[in-house]
């Protein structure tokens, strides 16, 4: 099983933006208090659109309680990580995998990074800027763990217009 972890996310629209992600995927989403919004801000909605009521998530107190109900493999997203996020092998389906990622300004705390430091892995960007935005991150992240494991379960062709919709006329 695939989850997304947020710890402590501060801004609503990216987590609307992963909750629809999370749903359209079948990705379990673990949220890790405290949070910077509450679940029932218009942004959050607005982001997540009509799709929040199919996002299975869960929300914890802090690292210790998340921590207490799941295990499995961590991957850490961080800037400070030293390995590419495709360096690793995700294809196993049977796995567990976390993917974990910080809040927006300040990311993982330090001492749960230095605890794996193998598992902190980095997209890479170039030095004009600090990272990429947490969405877009998730995004690029997940879709590397599911394009390994060939997209389980998912659509590979439109379910609303139709398998051969470009070739009608």
Same mark, same amino acid.
């Given at each position: 099983?695939?989850?997304?972890?947020?710890?402590?996310?501060?801004?609503?629209?990216?987590?609307?933006?992963?909750?629809?992600?999370?749903?359209?995927?079948?990705?379990?989403?673990?949220?890790?208090?405290?949070?910077?919004?509450?679940?029932?801000?218009?942004?959050?909605?607005?982001?997540?659109?009509?799709?929040?009521?199919?996002?299975?998530?869960?929300?914890?107190?802090?690292?210790?309680?998340?921590?207490?109900?799941?295990?499995?493999?961590? /991957?850490?997203?961080? *800037?400070?990580?030293?390995? !590419?996020?495709?360096?690793?092998?995700?294809?196993? &389906?049977? @796995?567990n995998i976390y993917l974990v990622f910080g809040r927006e300004s300040t990311g993982i705390p330090k001492e749960i990074l230095q605890k794996d430091l193998d598992h902190c892995?980095?997209?890479?960007?170039?030095?004009?800027?600090?990272?990429?935005?947490?969405?877009?991150?998730?995004?690029?992240?997940? /879709?590397?763990?599911? *394009?390994?494991?060939?997209? !389980?379960?998912?659509?590979?062709?439109?379910?609303? &217009?139709? @398998?051969?919709?470009?070739?009608?006329?």
């Amino acid at each position: 099983m695939i989850n997304i972890v947020l710890y402590a996310p501060e801004i609503p629209a990216n987590t609307g933006n992963i909750m629809r992600t999370c749903a359209g995927t079948y990705t379990k989403l673990h949220l890790i208090r405290p949070l910077g919004f509450s679940l029932d801000e218009k942004k959050l909605k607005r982001a997540g659109v009509n799709y929040l009521e199919h996002c299975d998530y869960t929300i914890y107190d802090d690292w210790n309680d998340f921590l207490s109900k799941n295990n499995g493999t961590f /991957y850490y997203l961080t *800037r400070y990580g030293k390995k !590419p996020h495709t360096s690793f092998d995700y294809s196993n &389906k049977e @796995e567990n995998i976390y993917l974990v990622f910080g809040r927006e300004s300040t990311g993982i705390p330090k001492e749960i990074l230095q605890k794996d430091l193998d598992h902190c892995l980095r997209i890479p960007t170039n030095d004009n800027i600090r990272a990429l935005n947490l969405s877009n991150c998730v995004a690029l992240m997940l /879709y590397e763990v599911l *394009r390994q494991q060939d997209y !389980p379960n998912l659509l590979k062709t439109d379910p609303f &217009k139709g @398998e051969d919709y470009l070739e009608k006329e």
